[in-house]
């Protein structure tokens, strides 16, 4: 036998020669009776980097290793490198340089997570394994151990032995595609050209003849020799397999017995106990093949009447009875009439008249929804529920039936149709109320003025308020018809919806109910030998219909739902529903209760879809509300184009807004929708009138001031109730009412909260403008914080235009007044003070109106206030300088000497009492004290200057006494004027003190 091993070079302790060259390592033949080859011990080490096996006593290869390194290659080994006896150095510069000078010489303490190995350890282990080691003992006599040398060498020799034998065989005969009758392998084997003469048969011929006959029963011999040796050594399961083989035969034998006894006696069971009762049986499955065969005839009657009935239901308008009809019969024809060639053509035709009835379902719901949409606005919007005549469909049902069709087919986007109709209506109503307004006013001729916007810009005021007062109204009632028709739309999605979701639910338990109950396994059982039976008795062609007649009553046994029964249709039930009335309620139920089982199931919406439609049902209503407010912007704005409603009145433009308000109030109650389309506009156009309305009192204010004289006028009792309707707390505008004429006699002061006022007539007429702008807040509440900022640009331009006037003297030039006077000034002052005064009253007003993110806008009343302030302190520094250039003009030519009281004196105290007189009566008495006081301070601070520049002492000298007389003059003067009895006048401070 040929070696299965590549001839290599290694070496070996047993194959050196005397020349001491490595021998060529055998491998034992298979064909050796006791050897079996040695293995080699598994290798403790990592494999080397050359990756090949080595012998136990394996070296480098000569040949295949000469130039790759292993570890025979290194000059010092590791041995070598752990027993170096320079252990200092060793310790310094190999292993301490990373792991510590104590890595050799430290001991290893043993852990404490592991447990103390004791013999006792391993009993169980050597007692399960002491009968293994037996065995193994017993089996090592036979096969001797890989340890044992002595046994190793002889099994080798004997297996060279052998080897070396079969190696004398040639190798032609080993081939396993040896064949003689080929010739090249038959010229190989038997040689004939080598021993076959010219001339005929020699002694040499015969010699070689008989060589090779020898030659090859030699190697018949070795073969057989070796083929005994095998044999011998599998001898014993040979024998064990032919002794399992015969009992085998003996076991077949009993097993062929009995069985031919148990076919003679299942042939008896079957002549005696089987043929009579499955013969009954038979009859009996023959006579309920006969009734489902009369039963699926009646159906085929039944679903030939289906196109005739669809026609009945159509003519009625009962689309959803055509729908399920039609929903029944394609899945009877799919399930139980499948096959049947008289039908083959009707499944075509049904699906052509579904999808006729969907385009009738469209029409019919773009009419429905177009007539609907456009009867007159007078008529009931809750036309949906008025009685119709005996025998006919109400509109209410109608939709239903038509919105439910929808629905079941997925015409999803009908809400898109009623939408277009929708935007329709609005431009009808809109242009049908300028046309029916037109048409009452004769001014507007309707023939040369075709556009709608020029129209309603030649109306007056009162006929477009009219106009657009029935748009509204308009609108309103087409909204709540919108409202109407959409909350029947809801209903039946809902509805649809609920029953989906109720289906559901009741499917759920079906579905989870199965074989884990506790007559599940029985109930299989049985199921499993009706198929049997149905199996064994049935007589038609194919086995498969036996099969499926057992599937309904597995199916009914096993508690799965059933098949819903098919309603048929034959000619009495589809002259039954032509004639009288139609169900459609209870059709509809229908629909949405148990079509959800039938065909018709996938064609249903999905509880998602319809939530959407339910969405999309209310987002419509929405937009039906935004609708309604963009056509009256359109109105609004056609007639604001020309800013005719800039220059509206207060009141007409408060209607307006009041109006519109109202409008947008209802359309949110009605529609739950802020819409803010139509309250943009209207704001658009309430800036525009603010402005407006700023513009005109701002300038009527400026020309009242300009002509103002600044002389204290009558108060009319007319401003007066102004100012008492303000002290009641009521910031607005009194009704005018008819007054006797003794009550309309005009007051000399104003009164405010007892406090006498003595005002211009610009200031009487301010209190006036400024109430209009609180009434215009009231009326419009939108408009607060722009008329806040107009009012206080208002109040800004009075004072400062005031202070032109009076303190810049611009009145002498403006009107003419030839000096401003200290009354004009005291006069001024107190006006400012009298708006100072109902600063307070009007920021709380405002404040009312405003939220409270928009309270930051008050700060223009602070800034307002102190103003008027800074105003009315320099009306009082000016009478005071005006007092002090007068007083330091008379002291500068004082003297000394009688008579007295001097004459500067007596000018002194007349110029006082002039203007005493001129703002005792203008100003309030504590005021008056104040200015008076300050006017002391500044005579005296003169009179002291002129008596030190005279010399005059305080020494009871002559000169002396005389200006001890002119002051108590003075002083007494002063003291005897109304307001001013107990006005403390300290004037010891006009002497020098001395030295």
């Known amino acids: 036998m040929a070696s299965g091993r590549s001839s290599c070079t290694m070496p070996h302790p047993r194959g050196r020669g005397r020349d001491g060259m490595y021998c060529k390592e055998r491998e034992p033949s298979s064909s050796s009776p006791h050897y079996r080859s040695a293995r080699s011990l598994p290798d403790v080490c990592p494999k080397e980097p050359t990756g090949e096996s080595r012998g136990l006593c394996g070296g480098p290869s000569l040949v295949a ?74 089996c090592k006599t036979i096969c001797p151990n890989k340890d044992d040398v002595d046994a190793v060498s002889s099994i080798t020799t004997n297996h060279d032995k052998s080897r070396a034998e079969l190696e004398q065989v040639p190798k032609i005969f080993m081939k396993p595609d040896f064949a003689l009758e080929d010739p090249p392998t038959f010229s190989a084997v038997l040689p004939w050209s080598h021993f076959h003469s010219a001339g005929g048969k020699s002694s040499r011929d015969m010699a070689s003849s008989r060589l090779l006959q020898e030659k090859l029963s030699h190697y018949l011999d070795v073969v057989e020799v070796s083929i005994a040796r095998q044999i011998s050594l599998r001898s014993e ?90 929903a029944t019969t394609k899945e009877v024809l799919q399930q139980e009439l499948q096959g049947v060639l008289s039908f083959r053509h009707l499944g075509s035709q049904l699906c052509e008249l579904e999808r006729l ?30 009685v119709q005549a005996p025998n006919t469909v109400s509109q209410k049902e109608r939709l239903e039936s038509l919105v439910f069709g929808l629905l079941r087919q997925r015409k999803l986007d009908f809400l898109d149709i009623y939408s277009e109709e929708m935007i329709a209506a609005a431009k009808a109503v809109v242009t049908q109320c300028v046309v029916e307004s037109v048409a009452h006013i004769e001014e507007i001729n309707a023939e040369m003025v075709t556009k709608l916007a020029d129209q309603m810009r030649l109306m007056t005021f009162p006929q477009w308020f009219e106009l657009l007062r029935s748009v509204l109204d308009s609108f309103l009632l087409l909204l709540q018809r919108i409202k109407t028709t959409l909350s029947v739309i809801r209903n039946v999605v809902l509805e649809v919806l609920d029953s989906s979701q109720k289906s559901r639910l009741l499917q759920q338990p079906a579905a989870g ?51 819903p029964t098919r309603p048929q249709q034959g000619p009495a039930e589809g002259s039954d529903s032509a004639s009288g009335t139609t169900e459609s309620s209870s059709s509809r139920e229908q629909a949405a209760g148990g079509a959800m089982h039938m065909s018709g199931e996938d064609m249903m919406p999905s509880e998602l879809e319809l939530g959407r439609v339910a969405n999309n049902v209310q987002e419509l209503l929405s937009s039906a509300a935004d609708l309604s407010h963009d056509r009256c912007v359109k109105v609004l704005m056609a007639r604001a184009k020309d800013g005719s409603l800039e220059r509206l009145s207060s009141s007409e433009f408060v209607s307006l807004s009041q109006a519109v308000e109202s409008f947008a109030r209802e359309t949110e109650e009605l529609c739950c929708r802020r819409s803010v389309s139509l309250r943009g506009a209207l704001q658009s156009q309430a800036n525009r009138f603010v402005h407006r309305f700023h513009e005109e009192r701002k300038t009527k204010l400026s020309l009242l001031l300009d002509n103002e004289r600044w002389k204290q006028a009558e108060v009319p009792s007319e401003f007066q109730n102004l100012v008492d309707f303000i002290a009641d707390g009521r910031i607005t505008l009194p009704e005018r009412r008819a007054v006797g004429a003794e009550e309309q006699r005009p007051a000399e002061f104003l009164l405010v909260d007892g406090q006498r006022y003595a005002v211009v007539g610009t200031v009487l007429l301010l209190i006036r403008i400024f109430l209009e702008y609180c009434q215009c807040v009231n009326d419009i509440p939108s408009i607060t914080t722009d008329m806040l900022a107009r009012l206080s640009d208002l109040f800004k331009h009075f004072n400062s235009r005031s202070c032109q006037l009076v ?52 700060r223009h009343f602070d800034h307002i206030t102190k103003d008027y302030n800074d105003h009315i302190a320099e009306i009082s520094a000016k009478l005071v300088a005006i007092m002090d250039s007068l007083f330091e003009k008379a002291l500068s030519k004082y003297e000394v000497k009688a008579p007295m009281p001097s004459a500067c004196f007596r000018n002194v105290c007349k110029q006082m009492n002039k203007m005493h007189e001129a703002i005792t009566d203008l100003l309030p008495e504590e005021q008056t004290q104040m200015l008076f006081l300050r006017i002391n301070t500044s005579i005296k601070m003169h009179l002291k200057r002129q008596l030190a520049r005279l010399g005059v002492v305080n020494d009871g000298g002559p000169q002396h006494g005389l200006v001890v007389v002119d002051v108590a003059f003075y002083v007494e003067n002063l003291q005897g004027l109304r307001t001013l009895e107990k006005l403390d006048l300290n004037m010891t401070e006009i002497w020098e003190q001395k030295r």
Request: charged share 20%; hydrophobic share 40%; proline share 6%.
């Open 65 to 138: 290793e000469h130039e790759r390194w292993t570890v025979f290659s290194s000059k010092v080994n590791l041995p070598a490198a752990l027993n170096d006896p320079r252990l200092a150095k060793r310790e310094s510069d190999f292993f301490t340089k990373s792991w510590g000078l104590d890595f050799a010489e430290t001991e290893v303490m043993p852990s404490f997570y592991l447990p103390n190995i004791t013999r006792e350890h391993f009993a169980p282990y050597l007692q399960e394994m002491a009968q293994r080691e037996r065995i193994h003992e017993r």
């Open 237 to 326: 399961a040979f024998f064990h397999a032919m002794s399992s083989q015969h009992e085998l035969q003996d076991q077949l034998r009993e097993t062929q017995g009995a069985v031919a006894a148990l076919r003679r006696r299942t042939a008896t069971m079957e002549r005696v106990m089987c043929r009579g009762p499955l013969g009954a049986l038979r009859a009996a499955m023959t006579r309920g093949n006969c009734v489902k065969l009369h039963s699926k005839l009646k159906l085929m009657a039944a679903v030939q009447q289906t196109q005739p009935t669809v026609q009945l239901l159509l003519s009625t308008a009962e689309f959803v009875g055509a729908l399920e009809l039609i």
């Open 357 to 386: 009835i969907d385009k009738m379902m469209v029409e019919d719901f773009s009419m429905y929804v177009r007539s609907d949409l456009s009867r007159s606005l007078m008529e009931e919007p809750q036309v949906l529920e008025k």
């Open 513 to 563: 109910s199965g074989p884990q109950g506790p007559a599940g396994p029985p109930a299989s059982h049985l199921l499993q030998g009706e198929s049997e039976l149905a199996y064994l008795t049935h007589e038609g062609p194919f086995i498969s219909d036996a099969l499926n007649q057992a599937g309904p009553q597995e199916r009914s046994s096993a508690g799965a739902p059933q098949e």
């Open 807 to 858: 303190l810049g003297a611009g009145a002498l030039q403006v009107v003419g007044l030839k000096t401003i006077t200290t009354k004009n000034l005291a006069l001024a002052s107190r006006c400012l003070q009298l708006v100072v005064h109902f600063l307070p009253v009007i920021r709380a007003h405002f404040e009312t109106k405003l939220q409270p993110k928009q309270y930051s806008a008050l």
